[in-house]
C-alpha cells in the first residue's frame, strides 16, 4: 500500500508566522512530491513540486525533501488569512502514472 | 484559455441511476484521471488513461466506468452498482510532471 500521510490539523498560526507542514510516505519508489492547495468546495491548485534531495523555494513557499527519512515538507513564510485552506501533499514513483494523494492539513492563519 | 472543463458543477442521482460526468480538456494532454474526494479525505484515483482508446482501473474503480474514444475527452459513468457515489469528483490531465485539475462535480444521491 502506498501510503502518504499527513496531519489532519488544523494547524493555526498567527499573520506573518511561519507555517510548517509535513508529509511522510512509505513508497521509496516515489520520486515526485507535489504540494496542491485547496479552497473548501474547490479544485486543488499546485503551489510547487520538488524532486531532488534539499529545498527548493518559490515565493513565500519553501518545498523540502528528505528521501533517507521519506519525509517531505512545505513552509510558508509571511502566513497570511488568504493562506487558510488545506493542503494536500501527493506522490508518484517513476513507474506510476498517477498522483497518489495524502488527506490534507488544514491550515487557519489568523488575522 | 486552455484548461479542463467538468459538467456538470452539480448532479443529483436517484437511486439505481446511471449517471455520467463530462470531463473535457483542450491542452493536448495524452494522459487523463479520474479522482474522488469525500469530505475530509484526500483524493482517491477511480480510473485513468495515458492515451487513446486505453484506460486502467485506479484504487477505487468498482462500480465506474469510463470511456477513452477522443484525445480531449474522459468521460466518467457511475453506475448503480456503486453503493456510495455522493462526493466530490475531480478531473485531471497532465503533461510531463504538471497535472491540471478541473474545477470539479459533486454528485449527490437523492
Known amino acids: 500500500q502506498k501510503e502518504v500521510e499527513q496531519n489532519s490539523g488544523p494547524l493555526s498560526v498567527p499573520e506573518g508566522a511561519i507555517a510548517s507542514l509535513n508529509c511522510t510516505y512509505s513508497?521509496?519508489?516515489?520520486?515526485?512530491f507535489f504540494w496542491y492547495r485547496q479552497y473548501s468546495g474547490k479544485s486543488p491548485e499546485l503551489i510547487m513540486f520538488i524532486y531532488s534531495n534539499g529545498d527548493k523555494e518559490d515565493g513565500r513557499f519553501t518545498a523540502q525533501l528528505n528521501k533517507a527519512s521519506q519525509y517531505v515538507s512545505l513552509l510558508i513564510r509571511d502566513s497570511q488569512p488568504s493562506d487558510s485552506a488545506t493542503y494536500l501533499c501527493a506522490s508518484r514513483s517513476n513507474s506510476g502514472y498517477a498522483l497518489n494523494f495524502g488527506k490534507g492539513t488544514s491550515l487557519l492563519v489568523t488575522p | 484559455d486552455g484548461g479542463i472543463t467538468q459538467s456538470p458543477k452539480y448532479l443529483f442521482r436517484k437511486e439505481g441511476q446511471n449517471v455520467t460526468l463530462s470531463c473535457e480538456q483542450n491542452?493536448?494532454?495524452?494522459?487523463m484521471y479520474w479522482y474522488r474526494q469525500d469530505p475530509g479525505q484526500g483524493l482517491r484515483l477511480i480510473y485513468y488513461s495515458q492515451i487513446v482508446n486505453d484506460f486502467q482501473k485506479g484504487d477505487i474503480a468498482e462500480g465506474y466506468s469510463v470511456s477513452r474514444e477522443k484525445k480531449e475527452s474522459f468521460p466518467l459513468t457511475v453506475t448503480s452498482a456503486q453503493k456510495n457515489p455522493t462526493a466530490f469528483y475531480l478531473c485531471?490531465?497532465?503533461?510531463?510532471?504538471?497535472?491540471?485539475f478541473g474545477s470539479g462535480t459533486r454528485l449527490t444521491v437523492v
Open positions: 491542452l493536448n494532454h495524452d494522459a
Open positions: 485531471a490531465s497532465r503533461q510531463g510532471a504538471g497535472y491540471t
Open positions: 513508497d521509496r519508489g516515489s520520486q515526485s
